[in-house]
């Protein structure tokens, strides 16, 4: 699955500017400790921190995209360095857990 | 809505406070980690799920009205947190699940459909499987002397390994404890398990041995006189941490140290 | 001794908060990490001639890395916390060496010691490149690269802006304000 059949089935919003990358998993987390200690490389990283320091640690563990979940408004900076690292930064409008169980239907699974 | 005991049941929970409320219902679950969130957008009576275990998680679920909090990933809150909570009528659940494998069970709970797992296969539980320690061992100090092997003898036994494993695990660990706390100056032992084998590896700084063959061989001994009217030094106990380990490789070096490498089959 | 091709995972991982110290007095700061749920800001203490107030804490963790394959171990309890660049200074040597591998597709994280013991006895050189490593083996190499090079580069960290990665606004219902240097 990649980023661009995720944006399409799940209606997600892209936000900053990225090349398509392969999704392999899902890591539910909105701590940037957290995620260094145990995101995989290709997660799907789900999260309702928006605070800028959430793109250098996603490109730390090399996640395959940040989804922004709960409708959160993302500042702009955020969105900013995320394009200049590649990272996408996606928005949901549902919750965490409403979008974990969507991201099951279409098939991810956890490595 | 969503019995708490089902909850608890589905994400292979333990109760951590509030063991009398399993049978209320929890109205929506709410995933995060960031308590300003949970007090900002937390409806009453959700079920907080968290991978931050602190006594903050437990205080904004109180300020939200939330009906419990489930920690994951193994994590658990400090002490006083369950009392604090159970006073307060909060139900505490401790996972070892992580967040999306919760989500994901939960999600097919309230569906009311079978059980199901985001695990592609179900044993992925890498936490448990890897565990390392290191722990220094002072040479001379007969005091704590065995305090070293007791502590990975009861961290072993808690993974719930086998009981005769743990045993020889213990035992040989414990001789080459002895042999640190004797023979050298300070040492350190290395604890390394993973899902196939236990890796004990115990490094000193200290005189070496001169010949490993011949101490190897039973009731060789160089202790002093003190060390033997303590009931230690009947022998460098490399013998019968050979008959304990699967592997046993010894490396030292005359003045400088000895590093012995014990390999346990799971 | 060893011929084991490392094969790098983390372990020993243990959940805290770093503390930033500040002696208003002198100008000194001191960094170290604390297992507390909660260290409050403020409360100047003193010690020996320095006058301590919290100045700042952030969510962290510790670990060690731990070889998969021969299971050793290497120690990170030195190890304060990663930072990146975020380009503030022209003439510092840590940015001129992002330009340069940037264009190479190789992302720099500045690795930070605790202070003020870091100061004079800095990560060594060994532990960095096992950091390097692995966070390479735990990424797609083919797209980009990760290296770690010491702060010790960084000429005078009372100007630096760069980033810590932590945890910001984790407790509090206010949203993070932007932060001033951290060693200003």
């Known amino acids: 699955m990649t980023t661009q059949d995720l944006i399409d089935k799940l209606q997600l919003k892209p936000l900053s500017t990225f090349e398509q990358r392969e999704v392999k998993g899902v890591f539910i987390s909105d701590m940037v400790s957290d995620v260094m200690a145990n995101a995989r490389s290709g997660d799907l990283w789900l999260t309702v921190q928006t605070h800028k320091s959430i793109v250098p640690a996603a490109n730390l563990v090399d996640v395959a995209a940040v989804v922004i979940t709960g409708g959160k408004e993302v500042p702009e900076e955020t969105v900013q360095l995320a394009s200049k690292f590649g990272i996408p930064i996606l928005w949901a409008p549902m919750s965490t857990f409403a979008l974990a169980g969507k991201l099951y239907e279409l098939g991810l699974r956890t490595p | ?266 | 001794m060893s011929t084991c091709t490392h094969e790098w995972q983390m372990a020993n991982v243990r959940f805290g908060l770093i503390a930033f110290e500040k002696c208003f007095h002198c100008g000194s700061v001191r960094t170290y990490f604390s297992s507390e749920d909660s260290l409050p800001l403020g409360d100047e203490y003193r010690e020996g001639d320095h006058f301590w107030s919290r100045v700042e804490t952030a969510q962290s963790f510790r670990f060690d890395l731990q070889c998969t394959r021969c299971g050793l171990i290497e120690g990170f309890g030195e190890l304060m916390g990663l930072m990146h660049c975020t380009g503030c200074l022209e003439d510092c040597p840590v940015e001129q060496q992002r330009r340069v591998l940037e264009r190479q597709r190789t992302w720099l994280v500045v690795a930070f010691g605790f202070l003020p013991q870091a100061l004079t006895s800095p990560l060594p050189e060994r532990k960095l490149a096992v950091l390097t490593e692995f966070f390479n083996q735990r990424r797609d190499t083919s797209r980009s690269t990760i290296k770690v090079v010491p702060f010790n580069l960084i000429p005078d960290l009372s100007r630096c802006a760069g980033e810590f990665l932590h945890d910001v606004g984790m407790l509090s219902q206010e949203p993070p304000a932007e932060r001033k240097p951290l060693f200003s």
């Open chain 2, 1 to 266: 809505m969503l019995l708490i005991r089902q909850v608890k049941e589905a994400l292979e929970a333990e109760v951590l406070a509030g063991e009398e409320k399993l049978d209320c219902q929890a109205e929506q679950i709410y995933a995060s980690d960031l308590m300003s969130d949970v007090l900002a957008f937390g409806q009453p009576n959700s079920l907080l799920l968290t991978g931050l275990a602190t006594q903050q998680a437990v205080v904004s679920a109180l300020m939200a009205e939330f009906v419990g909090v489930v920690f994951l990933r193994g994590k658990r809150p400090k002490d006083g947190c369950e009392r604090f909570a159970g006073a307060n009528g909060l139900v505490l659940l401790g996972s070892h699940l992580d967040m999306y494998e919760a989500c994901v069970r939960i999600d097919s709970l309230q569906r009311g459909g079978e059980l199901i797992s985001a695990a592609a296969s179900p044993e992925v539980r890498p936490e448990a499987h890897f565990l390392s320690r290191a722990f220094t061992v002072q040479g001379g100090d007969f005091v704590n002397a065995g305090l070293v092997s007791t502590e990975i003898k009861s961290l072993l036994k808690t993974i719930g390994f086998d009981p005769v494993l743990v045993r020889r695990v213990a035992i040989a660990t414990y001789e080459g404890e002895m042999n640190v706390v004797m023979h050298a100056q300070r040492g350190t032992v290395q604890l390394a398990v993973d899902p196939r084998r236990i890796l004990v590896t115990i490094e000193d700084q200290g005189q070496g041995i001169p010949d490993v063959e011949l101490a190897m061989q039973e009731g060789y001994s160089t202790a002093t006189e003190e060390m033997r009217a303590m009931g230690f030094g009947s022998g460098m106990g490399l013998p019968n941490m050979k008959k304990n380990a699967d592997e046993l490789e010894i490396v030292s070096e005359v003045g400088k140290g000895t590093t012995v490498r014990m390999t346990f089959l799971v």
